[in-house]
T-cell receptor, first 115, second 109 residues
Framework: GAGVSQTPSNKVTEKGKYVELRCDPISGHTALYWYRQSLGQGPEFLIYFQGTGAADDSGLPNDRFFAVRPEGSVSTLKIQRTERGDSAVYLC?????????????FGQGTRLTVV | AQRVTQPEKLLSVFKGAPVELKCNYSYSGSPELFWYVQYSRQRLQLLLRHISRESIKGFTADLNKGETSFHLKKPFAQEEDSAMYYCALSGPAFQKLVFGTGTRLLVSP
């Protein structure tokens, strides 16, 4: 069985450009999370989906960041007008449900570099 | 606000020595505590959670609500334990993980 898949694994983009990062969760997992990990830091929460809806988007840093999960499976994190400070590893995780004591399975991450 | 503190960025020990990776948390409710591990070139994965009260790969962690701590311990470290370890907190009121900054464990032969 495949785990959480994230594409691309690496993305280099120019400042000001638009990027999309994709996450394919484990089949049957209703909960999906996006985290951002900067160098030397732990993962920081961005957004949580339960099914198709964003149940908690309190971690999105500003309105340049947006995420969707239209069919309750694959999710896309979209970043507009990228800035050098957006450079980080973006992690996706999924779990069977959103309960806090169920295991979250992480993808390998997308390393975004804004030059 | 919820917060997790891992005071050590790096912990270096010799094989066979005891290991304790420290984790303190700040949360006024009933916490759910986890340890996640990331081995070299692998994805972040769950090591153990306090609610299971289990020992995984020889590691244990006890939740101490009085000291607000969830330290990870192993009596005899192995070289294959070398990895990045993250303590994380969740709670019934919020469906997300709050991570510490991580501790790199290096076990030398």
């Amino acid at each position: 069985g495949a785990g959480v898949s994230q594409t691309p694994s690496n993305k280099v983009t120019e400042k000001g450009k638009y990027v999309e990062l994709r996450c394919d969760p484990i089949s049957g997992h209703t909960a999906l999370y996006w985290y951002r990990q900067s160098l030397g830091q732990g993962p920081e929460f961005l957004i949580y989906f339960q099914g198709t809806g964003a149940a908690d988007d309190s971690g999105l840093p500003n309105d340049r960041f947006f995420a969707v999960r239209p069919e309750g499976s694959v999710s896309t994190l979209k970043i507009q007008r990228t800035e050098r400070g957006d450079s980080a590893v973006y992690l996706c995780a999924s779990s069977i449900q959103g309960a806090t004591n169920t295991e979250a399975f992480f993808g390998q991450g997308t390393r975004l570099t804004v030059v | 606000a919820q917060r997790v503190t891992q005071p050590e960025k790096l912990l270096s020990v010799f094989k066979g020595a005891p290991v304790e990776l420290k984790c303190n948390y700040s949360y006024s409710g009933s916490p759910e505590l986890f340890w996640y591990v990331q081995y070299s070139r692998q994805r972040l994965q769950l090591l153990l959670r306090h609610i299971s009260r289990e020992s995984i790969k020889g590691f244990t962690a006890d939740l101490n609500k009085g000291e607000t701590s969830f330290h990870l311990k192993k009596p005899f470290a192995q070289e294959e334990d070398s990895a990045m370890y993250y303590c994380a907190l969740s709670g019934p009121a919020f469906q997300k993980l709050v991570f510490g900054t991580g501790t790199r464990l290096l076990v030398s032969p």
